[in-house]
């Protein structure tokens, strides 16, 4: 598949490239598109108080990643594990996104069911969920976007895989929200279902997990759980989340959806009830407790009561 060919499937797909460099998208959140329609929000609101129709969801390195997770919805066979070329600057990346979310969203100004007060309100996002696609850590400005995000008032949601410890060592503007993907209780499985291009990444993922309590945002690592995969050894996620001591703790299903159906099967999304089931046992053995559920997008939220 040529380049061209690649932008147009993934722009079919709701994508919006911006920059020069055309390494950043933007994609219109369907939870912000229920929103503006009354019709629901995203779970992120109700766990966190953010607002889904003022969210913009996006991500500095589209085509860069580390890892081909078989529970990615991406197409991965043009994914590289490390930054090849140029890059565009924060300021100029954030202007172009809010403009792409702009245009994605006006055709509800036609819509006689859209809030139009809400409508208008997310003509300005103030949250960024960095983690549309890619490893956002493999971007070499990550640090200054975030700044530049928080420069003008936006609350930040950073998701790392975790295997670029030096990078979040070296992040001197810490998000609002830390994510650390957490999709595997052992080495064995990590390299199953994550599928890691580079040596040493459950090894640095531990790095990460040891990290992350320096952190001062707030801290939460994520749990994709994959029925027949990695819903097992409930007593080594406690053990490494334990390390990590995070805030929260999200347990999510994965959602049969994209690409990820040409490497797994329907049975592989998990029922609500079975994640509920997992993340009791995780709570459990953490101390931990269930504060928060949402049954819509399938995923448990796991902290201090």
């Known amino acids: 598949m040529s380049k061209s060919e690649k932008f147009k499937r993934l722009e079919k797909m709701g994508y919006r490239f911006v ?6 998208a933007v994609k219109t959140c369907l939870w912000t598109k229920k929103s503006i329609l009354d019709e629901g929000t995203c779970y992120k609101q109700k ?10 969801q996006m991500s500095p390195s589209i085509f860069f990643c580390q890892q081909r997770c078989l529970f990615c919805w991406r197409d991965l066979k043009h994914t590289r594990t490390e930054w090849d070329g140029d890059y565009d600057e924060p300021a100029d990346i954030i202007d172009e996104c ?20 809400k409508l208008l309100e997310a003509q300005e996002p103030n949250n960024a969920a960095i ?15 975030i700044k530049e995000f928080h420069k003008r008032k936006f609350t930040t949601f950073l998701v790392t895989n975790g295997i670029n410890y030096k990078a979040l060592e070296n992040l001197s503007e810490e998000p609002t929200q830390l994510y650390i993907s957490l999709d595997a209780p052992s080495e064995e499985i990590h390299k199953k279902i994550c599928r890691p291009q580079t040596e040493n990444a459950w090894e640095h993922l531990n790095r990460s997990l040891e990290l992350l309590p320096s952190f001062n945002c707030r801290r939460v690592l994520r ?7 990695n819903m097992t050894n409930p007593r080594d996620y406690a053990s490494l989340i334990k390390k990590a001591q995070p805030d929260f703790v999200e347990v999510k299903a994965y959602m049969y959806l994209g690409y990820s159906r040409q490497r797994l099967e329907i049975e592989n999304m998990p029922l609500f009830s079975e994640v509920y089931e997992f993340a009791d046992k995780i709570a459990e053995l953490t101390g931990m407790d269930i504060i928060n559920k949402s049954k819509e997008s399938r995923v448990v939220l796991l902290g201090q009561s």
């Not at 403009?99 to 036609?110: D, E, M, V």
């Not at 890619?134 to 200054?144: A, K, T």
């Open 19 to 24: 920059g020069k460099h055309a390494h950043t």
């Open 98 to 117: 809010i403009n792409a979310q702009r245009s994605l969203l006006c055709g509800f100004f036609g819509n006689e069911k859209a809030n139009k007060k």
């Open 131 to 145: 983690s549309l696609a890619g490893e956002p850590l493999l971007y070499p400005m990550i640090n200054e976007m």
């Open 47 to 56: 766990f966190y108080g953010i607002k889904s129709h003022r969210c913009l």
């Open 223 to 229: 749990i994709t759980a994959v029925h027949g995969k």
